[in-house]
């Protein structure tokens, strides 16, 4: 159990383009959900938590209009990466969690963007 | 002062060998702490959650947990080639589901 999808896996786009990526909880309804961005050999970066039904929480220095989230359903989060410059292009990895499991966060798989 | 950090590694133990990894946290209130793996270009898979102070076992690895100490460790026995990877001690250190990441450990087992 504790299955987590991401869409797609990969994508390549022009600078200035927008793209969305998804991310499913496949076997449980997903409380919250967060999205992150990894660079190379770097740590996890949080960037914004997200609620079903309510606004994304951002952390700070994110961007929230380059950087949008929607948390449409209990079991569905998108983050759409607005005007792509080459500096977004980057790991970005959405993990979710339930109430009744604890704090634990269960990871999808990433996406890797890169941005041209 | 980080409110989780590991040795960053690299730790290169041979095959067979018991790898040790270790884990500080800076809130005392953490509640919760978990280890990650994450192998090279993927994302984090949870290996070990812990709540109580003690030790935890699952199959080869054992998470200890000390919260007067503020830390937590991993133990991975008889270690394998596919443990090679990198190892994240995460923390939740509020009741806001988030949780704090320290920058992982990286393990290389040899063969």
């Known amino acids: 159990g504790a299955v987590v999808s991401q869409h797609p896996s990969w994508v390549i786009c022009k600078s200035g383009t927008s793209v969305k990526i998804e991310c499913r909880s496949l076997d449980f309804q997903a409380t919250t959900m967060f999205w992150y961005r990894q660079f190379p050999k770097q740590s996890l970066m949080l960037m914004a938590t997200s609620n079903e039904g309510s606004k994304a929480t951002y952390e700070q220095g994110v961007e929230k209009d380059k950087f949008l989230i929607n948390h449409a359903s209990l079991t569905l989060s998108t983050l759409t990466v607005t005007s792509a410059h080459p500096e977004d292009s980057s790991f970005y990895i959405c993990s979710a969690t339930t109430t009744v499991r604890g704090y634990e966060q269960y990871f999808g798989p990433g996406t890797r963007l890169t941005v041209t | 002062q980080k409110e989780v950090e590991q040795n960053s590694g690299p730790l290169s133990v041979p095959e067979g060998a018991i790898a040790s990894l270790n884990c500080t946290y800076s809130d005392r209130g953490s509640q919760s702490f978990f280890w990650y793996r994450q192998y090279s270009g993927k994302s984090p898979e949870l290996i070990m959650f812990?709540?109580?102070?003690g030790d935890k076992e699952d199959g080869r690895f054992t998470a200890q947990l000390n919260k007067a100490s503020q830390y937590v460790s991993l133990l991975i026995r008889d270690s394998q080639p596919s443990d090679s990877a990198t190892y994240l001690c995460a923390v939740n250190t509020a009741n806001d589901y988030k949780l704090s990441f320290g920058a992982g450990t990286t393990v290389t087992v040899r063969a």
């Open positions: 812990i709540y109580s102070n």
